[in-house]
Antibody, heavy 114, light 112 residues
Framework: QVQLVQSGAEVRKPGASVRVSCKAS????????IHWVRQAPGQGLEWMGVFSPSGGTTSYAQKFQGSVTMTGDTSTSTVYMELRSLTSEDTAVYYC???????WGQGTLVTVSS | QSALTQPPSASGSPGQSVTISCTGTSSDIGGYNYVSWYQQHPGKAPKLMIY???KRPSGVPDRFSGSKSGNTASLTVSGLQAEDEADYYC????????????FGTGTKVTVL
């Protein structure tokens, strides 16, 4: 069965960076894009960008241009999302999701606090 | 890109129908048939309910249906059940020069 398993919760100070991982299984890793979506507490879903495991290409929402980098490792079927220059407004649950998106990871809570 | 516009809330009694709208522009909803709808229960990851405007993934009840007219997409839930109470989000592909997506503002559906 298709599974996306994300790394655990993180706490960072303002100005720091965070990297969240998303390990895929149950399908051919290179055949589906991986999206990253975040949800601040009590807020809606926000699309951050997408990574193509087959070619390593990316597309980021304008808001995150310059602060986010998405990469992947085909040997481990894992995609990474790094967010830099964190502020309290980056406190959110971060999700990876496959394809349409159809399958979603369980989410990773990133807390930014001094 | 700006978020797609959804009503903050909608409600209906068990057995009734509720329809949620999702309004965008000709650059997103109006330009492509890549509109999806997601259901999210508190503390859970979103679940895909409708994709490509009106297609249902395997396992999603046929009480859920989607449509589109111009720059507005709609999700209808027929025969409301208690477990349908959740937040619902639309999303759309945004083409132009890049591979981009945008989500709606979200609608809280309450089963009275």
């Amino acid at each position: 069965q298709v599974q996306l398993v994300q790394s655990g919760a993180e706490v960072r100070k303002p100005g720091a960076s965070v990297r969240v991982s998303c390990k895929a299984s149950g399908y051919t890793f290179t055949e589906y894009y991986i999206h990253w979506v975040r949800q601040a507490p009590g807020q809606g879903l926000e699309w951050m960008g997408v990574f193509s495991p087959s070619g390593g290409t990316t597309s980021y929402a304008q808001k995150f241009q310059g602060s986010v980098t998405m990469t992947g490792d085909t040997s481990t079927s894992t995609v990474y999302m790094e967010l830099r220059s964190l502020t309290s407004e980056d406190t959110a649950v971060y999700y990876c999701a496959r394809g349409k998106p159809d399958y979603w990871g369980q989410g990773t809570l990133v807390t930014v606090s001094s | 890109q700006s978020a797609l516009t959804q009503p903050p809330s909608a409600s209906g009694s068990p057995g009734q129908s509720v329809t949620i709208s999702c309004t965008g522009t000709s650059s997103d909803i109006g330009g492509y048939n890549y509109v999806s709808w997601y259901q999210q229960h508190p503390g859970k990851a979103p679940k895909l309910m409708i994709y490509e405007v009106s297609k249902r993934p395997s396992g999603v009840p046929d009480r859920f249906s989607g449509s589109k007219s111009g720059n507005t997409a709609s999700l209808t839930v027929s025969g409301l059940q208690a477990e349908d109470e959740a937040d619902y989000y639309c999303s759309s592909y945004v083409g132009a020069n890049n591979f981009l997506y945008v989500f709606g503002t979200g609608t809280k559906v309450t089963v009275l």
